[in-house]
């Protein structure tokens, strides 16, 4: 889609931070199956290198960011058990604590992405991390049903200023050679912050109760926001947009959404994370019962597999700028369907290895996915962004739900057989965005200095 320079409703000085222009030629239109919103792709801002003191920062500081936004979210994630005997809820209803979280994170991010243009991206996260922190440490004196879920409610709407601003301020600020690793650490440090609000909390439950665990969480969090403050770097290439201008914004996200790939990766973050969540949400109520009866603590400890996600996400994103998104997004989808089979085995080690197998699987393709936005949306970043994320947490909050339905009513096989069927979406999605892809390098012409999408997106197969 061929749009003019006056047309384009974001500043070419902030975007295109992914699109190569090594000779400094003027801008070219790329015709790529796979091409931008915008097709008119000036030189590239500079990027930060891998190796720098400021590439270090960024990550260690982008690595909190996830770490405290992953596990405010989902450090209810296992006390779902304790909520339903607490209140006196079932499954299905417990699962609305997280459920709605994420539900209102979704909508959230799509603001964000937005209200970051006027604010800026750092104060927006900042803000976001401290203000979540301190409603965690305010749920455990809640004792009402109704109210702990709208506390619960506004918390995701609160931590949506994370997310979407992260992913944004990465794909600006780090050189597309180094993207996809920088990517695969700010993807780790949400791995880590779901560890810790699961495992973390499990034991804490067990050794002073829920409600003190819970507000724990959120003083982890305050020190997270800290750290955070203290080592990210003011945005370089970030141009500021004063005000809310509804049609450039309705412009931008409309715009993504007409691209001729980046919705299929929209997908493949609903599809993988609805997969997810559904195993984690119900796997707790599984192993409490016969014939396993593990505590708090000893569910928590599965958790513990989140490590394979931080790992798995910085190894996705190094092997994708060097093999390519394609291939490796498919493998991680396949890695995913393989836990999910495993988990349907009656062993409490074929269970507690499936959800290995699909932990590592989810964050490869969730990283992939991730840094894949950012490659193909050269401007509008945080737009892309956040329609990403708005697919992805509402895939969490929807199926997360929808799977109590199938515990319920077919124990859980049914919730096995409903996770796969989510990744057979996302992989359908992925082999279609690999095709895509593949014929855009065919595509791409081969003159030195070209600017066009179909160059760049030679390591996508």
């Known amino acids: 889609m061929s749009v003019s320079r006056d047309q384009d409703p974001e500043p070419h000085s902030n975007g295109a931070a992914d699109t190569a222009h090594s000779d400094g030629a003027s801008p070219q239109c790329a015709d790529s199956p796979l091409a931008s919103t915008n097709t008119l792709v000036p030189s590239e801002p500079v990027g930060i290198s891998p190796g720098s ?4 920062r960024i990550s260690v500081a982008l690595f909190l960011a996830g770490y405290a936004t992953f596990s405010l979210i989902y450090c209810v994630q296992p006390l779902l058990p304790e909520l339903a005997n607490h209140f006196g809820v079932g499954p299905a209803e417990s699962s609305l604590a997280l459920s709605l979280t994420t539900g209102l994170l979704a909508f959230a991010i799509l603001l964000a992405g937005a209200v970051s243009e006027a604010t ?3 104060q927006l996260m900042l803000v976001s991390m401290c203000v979540a922190s301190i409603l965690n440490v305010i749920a455990p004196f809640l004792s009402d049903w109704h109210a702990f879920l709208v ?10 200023g994370v997310p979407a601003v992260a992913m944004a301020y990465l794909a600006e600020e780090i050189d597309p050679k180094g993207l996809g690793m920088a990517m695969g650490i700010y993807i780790s440090g949400t791995a880590i912050g779901g560890l810790s609000g699961r495992v973390v909390i499990g034991f804490l439950t067990d050794l002073f109760g829920w409600h003190t665990a819970l ?12 750290g955070f403050a203290v080592l990210l770097p003011a945005s370089q290439n970030f141009v500021r947009r004063p005000g809310f201008q509804v049609r450039y914004h309705l412009r931008a996200w409309g715009g993504h ?6 919705p299929f990766v929209f997908l493949i973050g609903a599809f993988a994370m609805g997969c997810f969540v559904t195993v984690f949400n119900y796997v707790g109520f599984r192993l409490s019962d016969a014939p396993y009866g593990l505590s708090q603590s000893q569910i928590g400890l599965i958790f513990v597999v989140y490590l394979c996600g931080s790992v798995m996400s910085s190894i996705a994103g190094a092997l994708s700028d060097k093999l390519g998104r394609g291939p490796v997004l498919v493998v991680g989808i396949l890695l995913a369907g393989l836990g999910v089979a495993l988990t349907m085995l009656e062993s ?12 590592s699987g989810f964050f490869v393709a969730h990283s992939i996915a991730s840094g894949w ?3 193909l949306a050269e401007t509008s970043k945080g737009h892309a962004s956040s329609l990403y994320l708005l697919a992805y947490y509402l895939g969490a909050s929807t199926m ?9 009513h077919g124990g859980w096989n049914a919730v096995a057989g409903f996770a796969g069927a989510l990744l057979v979406g996302a992989l359908l999605c992925g082999i279609y965005l690999w095709r895509l892809a593949s014929k855009a390098v065919q595509a791409a012409p081969k003159e030195k200095g070209n600017a066009s999408l179909s160059g760049e997106l030679a390591d996508a197969t």
Do not use: C, D, Q
């Open 373 to 375: 936005v950012g490659r």
């Open 400 to 408: 997360g739900s929808i799977g109590g339905w199938f515990w319920s």
């Open 120 to 122: 800026g991206r750092k």
């Open 215 to 226: 507000g724990a969480m959120g003083a982890l969090g305050l020190l997270a926001a800290l």
């Open 348 to 359: 409490l080690g074929g269970i507690i290895g499936g959800i290995v197998v699909l932990t």
């Open 257 to 262: 959404l007409k691209h001729p790939g980046l």
């Open 53 to 56: 003191a400021a590439f270090r």
């Open 151 to 160: 506390l619960r409610a506004v918390e995701g709407l609160v931590l949506g």
